[in-house]
């Protein structure tokens, strides 16, 4: 679908190019975990005072167990997914040589700075300056004395001819953007617009000073456009709060002149200024919601009526001189007119037919003979264009290639299917998608009219509906034949500009929308999925918030808001609302705060259960009222009000939610009441398809498919397990051939009061339990669960196993717990029952008072034997057929054990070889093959675990 070309002058405000062909120049990075990141060319968020989401609800809280695991894998990984052309911002400039260049600014997250011979139409110059985002590189500007660039993004990068990028100069304290609005003075000293400090920066290259001017005027926050004339007057435009224009000399940047804006928004920007022969052109929010072209005399001081009723197509104009001619492009529904303007009357005539709408134009007199030279295209398709205007003729046509970029991927849908994942990206031009059998990657045309899409909502086999931020347009995707299908723009008329949220109940589809710029009412959008003109939008159903999430079941959608509106208002006073709406009915069914909170996201029906999630956990909620049953916590961290910063997902081969929040993905498993996190970093937007696979973006440009499969904490007989101090458990995985990998914290239910940790399969179900003796006198039972991590612990000792050492394995036919008593020094074998219980103790020696022992069958045997620690050597005392314990130990070892104080048994932990752990004071280890009647060679480990408890603790 093609969009036709328009009259610019009647753009609506959340508008910029990318509706004729160009990406939107507003765009935002979601808020991750407690801040933003922000990218060079996007709106960048106002700081808002952090909360500790689930603190209000504490006494609901239900209490976890950690679970630590390794890292999950990735199983398969996509690269850069979505890639585009860069939309430039671009100038053209001399060279030091006097060759005609053009440096643009171009989105992504590569290839950022583009520099080209205009004749040649040559590449010369491609930088990254800011890899990090997506947005790219807002504007760039040649700086002659150094030969380099200056490109204008969250900071200020300089760029050498050679592409080395280097920090540029510091703009006003407390800004965080700067892509919006560069010049260069008449002595070669570059400014920039700031954000959100709504002041301006002067940088002069051959001095390094910088001159910072105050905030221009009180709601500035944005200094959203620059113009110089040729008498050194600056013309700022602002944004935010009663934009305007204003007005100072360069030498002067602290004497501020105002010029009001007639009929502008009282919230809004001045999108562009251009400086020329007397005039200003100036385009604006206007407060019908549309932007506004307008022409200022700058010698009468008044906005002046011209003879003619269009607007500089792009935005862009250039002219010569004080009294020279202006220069600007006539878009005509796609005839393209080069138009002279006299800079006296105003009066415009044709100078020639040019191909396409200009983003970026200049005017030169070369050898007595004006031309005007212009950058014009779209998509993939740019020209530098040069007009001789004595001729009226395009005398040079030169096809510059801009490089292509990956763009960072912000959402993700699996198809009902499961063979591919459909993707939206941060900035982007159209719906993406990749299959994940085949790794094939498909992109729609960029004239879609997608822009960067915010979310997507998959209704049957072969309608994907799609919210794009950019005058908040929803679209209908069809997945057979991939057209692209306008169902509704929210913008103009309705004051929406981002399609979060989507859902489908009582026979329609659901959006949920955040306010436009300045404004912080969100909306509910119903569309019926067999009619695609019966479109109807409800405001709210929270005065002041946004409509972040939806869920729907049979005919009503559960939803979740934010107090965050449109960029530039004022946050919400009230908490965060849950939410019930009859999509039958069109009406509220209930709508309720939830205390403490300034976001809830992605609501979540399992089971019949509503979950909603939080920055730092999961709530869930009763479906009739909202009221909050119980809050599972997995993070604690200060998270500022923003966008979508947490999702959740269900994964029923697992019957847990897997929820994310600042790259940290954490496993909620709702029938054990564990808490395991599987990854940090460097993850977003994860979902989980039809088929239980989970999906997420990887740094920006990949999607993964992660790894679900779930495995014991303790994987062989082999691993090193132990309790810590701090009451975790401790697991260091066997590698093989006698490594271990650095203790991992297993799981957290393990208290204090622990004196030995023993492994055993009680119970025979392939998975490793662990049996601890306790402070309290208590011997327990943590049966190991299938998917990681333990029972709580349960009692199968109830007293008298305080001041004991244990052993426990199999002593004869059967599991067996063999313990000395300290005092008496009377060794006792306890049977294990079928039941699970302890039998009647058996007394099987005497004279065992405090010595250390395992249970372990020696490398190569299969009976097991008591390896005891005596006076620092190692002997093997064998069962007898009575039952009892040899009295005619086997020596292993002469000496090398008297500075261990425990020791672990292992199985298998070379090939074939069993053995033990031993620990000193110091927390050093070591391990020795344990053989029928000797030792082996001692191996050590880098890794230290004092006070750490082991089976003969």
Known sequence: MVTPDIDEDRIPMSYSRKIIGRRSVLSMAVAIGAGAAFSSRAEAAPTYVPGNSLQALEGSSRPLTTVGSEPAKVLRRFADVFKSVPDPSASFFRSNDGALKIAAGCHGLSAQVQVFDAETGKLEVTATPFPEGGGGA???????????????????????????????????????????????????????????TGSATRYDPATGATVHTPQVHAGAQYVRSLAIDIKDNVYAGTGTQSPRIVTWHTDTPTKLTEIPLPGAATKGFVHSISAHCGWLFVSFDGADGVVVFKAYDLVAKAWKLLPWAWSPAGRVSAGLGESGDIYAVWNTVGTHKLMRINSKTMAADLVCLVPDTPCALS??????????????????????????????????????????????????????????????AFMGDGIGSVDVSTRETWRSSTDTGIAQIEGMFQY??????????????????????????????????????????????GGRVVAGTVAEYGFNTGALISINPLKDSDVSVIKGPVLGQSVLGLV??????????????????????????????????????????????????????????????????????????????STYRLLDRDAAAGYKTSSISYIPKLNSLVHECGGTLTLLDLGTFTKKEILRGVYSGVVVSNTGRLYA???????????????????????????????????????????????????????????????????????????????DGTLQLHKGLP???????????????????????????????????????????????????????????????????????????????????????????????????????????????????????????????????????????????????????????????????????
Request: aromatic fraction near 10%.
């Open 697 to 775: 973006s990887e740094r920006g440009t990949n999607v993964v498919e992660i790894d679900t499969v779930q495995s014991p904490s303790i994987r062989s007989s082999a691993d090193l397990v132990t309790v810590g101090d701090g009451g975790w458990l401790y697991v260091a995985r066997s590698l093989g051939s006698g490594k271990y990998a650095a203790p991992l914290r297993a799981d957290s239910g393990f208290n204090t009061q622990v004196r030995s940790c023993h492994v055993v399969d009680w119970n025979g179900d392939g998975t490793f339990d662990v049996v601890t003796n306790h402070g």
């Open 552 to 629: 729907g079941e049979a005919d009503l959608v559960y939803g979740t808001t934010g107090v965050m509106g449109g960029y530039g208002s004022v946050n919400d006073t009230k908490p965060a609302h849950v939410f019930a709406w009859n999509a039958r009915l069109s009406k509220l069914v209930w709508s309720r705060e939830v205390p403490g909170e300034v976001e809830i996201n992605s609501p979540v029906l399992v089971k019949g259960i509503l979950y909603v999630s939080t920055s730092n956990g999961v709530i869930r909620l009763n479906k009739s009222s909202g009221s909050t049953v």
């Open 363 to 424: 005017v030169e007199i070369i050898n007595g003979a004006v031309s005007v030279n212009m950058l014009c295209g779209q998509g993939k398709d740019y020209k530098y264009i040069k007009v001789s205007v004595s001729s009226k003729a395009v005398n040079k046509a030169t096809v510059i290639t801009f490089a292509e970029s990956p763009f960072k991927v912000q959402t993700l849908l699996p198809s009902t299917s499961g063979s591919v994942v459909y993707v939206g």
């Open 787 to 953: 998917k990681g991590g333990f029972a709580p612990g349960s009692v199968i000792g109830v007293s008298g196993w305080l001041d004991r050492k244990l052993a426990i394995g199999n002593w004869g036919q059967g599991l067996t717990v063999v313990s000395s008593e300290n005092i008496s020094g009377v060794l006792q074998a306890w049977p294990v029952l079928s039941s699970g219980l302890l039998g009647a103790p058996t007394a099987i020696g005497t004279g065992w008072k405090r010595r250390q022992m395992v249970l372990l069958a020696p490398s190569r045997t299969s009976t097991a034997a008591l390896i005891v620690n005596d006076a620092g050597s190692l002997f093997r005392y064998d069962r007898t057929s009575t039952g009892k314990v040899s009295t005619t130990p086997v020596r292993l070892s002469s000496g090398g054990y008297s500075d261990m104080i425990a020791m672990t048994g292992v199985v298998n932990h070379k090939p074939d070889l069993n053995g033990v752990v031993g620990v000193d004071a110091m927390g050093a280890l070591k391990y020795s093959d344990v053989a029928s009647n000797s030792i082996g060679t001692p191996l050590r480990y880098s890794f230290l675990m004092k006070g750490y408890r082991f089976a003969s603790s």
């Open 460 to 505: 049957d086999s072969s309608t994907i509906y799609v919210g794009s931020y950019g005058a908040g347009r929803l679209f209908k995707f069809n997945t057979q034949d991939r057209s692209v299908t306008k169902l509704i723009e929210l913008g103009e008329k309705y004051l929406q500009s981002r399609p979060f949220a989507w859902a489908s109940a």
């Open 138 to 196: 807002g504007n760039v500007s040649y700086e002659p004395r150094s030969n380099s660039y200056f490109a204008f993004g969250s900071t200020i990068k300089k760029v050498s001819s050679a592409g080395v990028v280097t920090s540029g100069f510091a703009a006003a304290p407390g800004t965080t953007n700067v892509s919006f609005a560069r010049v260069v003075d008449s002595k070669n000293r570059v400014w920039c617009g700031n954000y959100p």
